[in-house]
C-alpha cells in the first residue's frame, strides 16, 4: 500500500523544480564561468529575451520576487513619487514594508474588482500633480494575473498605459505568473508587454517551475546605463548568475513555459467544472488562470486540511484559495472533490 500523500495546492512555491529546469541547471554547472553576469550564459538568455520581447530591451536577473519588483521600481522612481496599485496588489498586501523601506515613496492602493485596478478610481486618485507638498505620480504598477488569477486584456492594458501617458507616469507589470495570463489570452509574451506599452516587467521564474530567479524586462530604458547600478544596490546582483538565467533559457526554449502554464490553467479549469453545483461551496471569482478561489466555511476548510494544503484567503468574505502547480494532476483535482463532497454532506 502506497504511503499517504497530501496534496498541494498552497502555492507553486510548495512543488519541487520542473525536470527540464534540473537538467538546465546540471548542464550549466560544469567548468567555470565569468561572475555578476558576465558569463556567455547570460547573455545568450538575455539575446533570447529580445528576440521574444525585442531588440529595444534590457535584461536583468534576481533572486525573488519582492526583490525583482524592488529593483523593476527603483529604476522608474525617484523619492519624492508615488506608485498606484489596487488595493489587493502583492506589492501592498504582502511585500511587507519592502518597498517603501527601499524605494522610499508612498503607495497609494485603488479600487479593484475581480482584482483588476478600476481605470476610474485610478483617475480619480492621480492628483496634486506639480504641488510640492504631495507625493508626484509617477508609477502605475499592475499584476498580471491579478491575485484572484484573473487577466487584463490587451485593451484593457492600453487603456491604463493611456491614463499613464496622460499623466506623465509609466506602466509597471508584476508578472510572477505572467505566462499563464499569456496563455489565457492566446497571445505571445511580446503582445501583452512590449505591444501593451508596458515600461518595465517583472517576469516569473520561481512559480512556474524553477528553482529559483525571476526577470526583470526594461521596454525603451531611458536609463539603460545606470540599470545594473541599481540592480546592485538593490542586493539583486548574483554571482553565479548563470544558474538563474540557464532556467530561463529552459523555458524559453520550444515555448516549454506555454506548455506549463497550459497544463495549470487547464487543472483550474477542470476543478471549476467538477465542482460546478455543490451546494456548501462556490467560486468566488472567474477562473482564468491557474488559481480558483472559493467561497467555503472555516469549518470545512479546517477539515479538508488533513487531505490536501491550501491558504484560507479572506476570512471576512469566507475565502479560500487554490493554485495549481506544474507537477499537480486531474488525479490531484479528483480525488480532492471527492473528499470535498464526502466531507460538505
Known sequence: MEPFKKINFSSENYAGVHPKMMEALMAANTGN?????NDEITKSTVAQFKQ???ENIEAYFTFNG????NFGLSCMLDRFNSIFCTDVAHLYVDE???PESFLGCRIYPVKSHNGKIIADELNVAIKR???VHHPQPKVVSLTQPTEYGTVYTV???KDIKTICTANNMLLHVDGARFYNAADHLGSTLKQISTDAGVDVLTLGGTKIGMMMGEAVIFF?????????????RSMQL???NRFIAIQFQALLKDNLWQEMARHTNELAKFFAQEIAGMPSVKLAYPVETNAAFLNISPGLHEKMQEFASFYYWNDERSEARLIFSFDNTEDDVKQFVEKLRELAG
Not at 33 to 37: L, T, V
Not at 66 to 69: F, I, L, P, Q
Not at 220 to 232: D, E, I, M, R, V
Open 238 to 240: 548574483a554571482s553565479k
Open 33 to 37: 564561468a565569468a561572475s555578476y553576469g
Open 96 to 98: 511587507s514594508t519592502a
Open 129 to 131: 500633480i506639480g504641488d
Open 52 to 54: 521574444v520581447f525585442g
Open 66 to 69: 519582492t526583490g525583482a519588483n
Open 155 to 157: 485593451e484593457e492594458l
Open 220 to 232: 525603451n530604458p531611458a536609463n539603460a546605463s545606470s540599470l545594473k547600478y541599481n540592480l546592485k
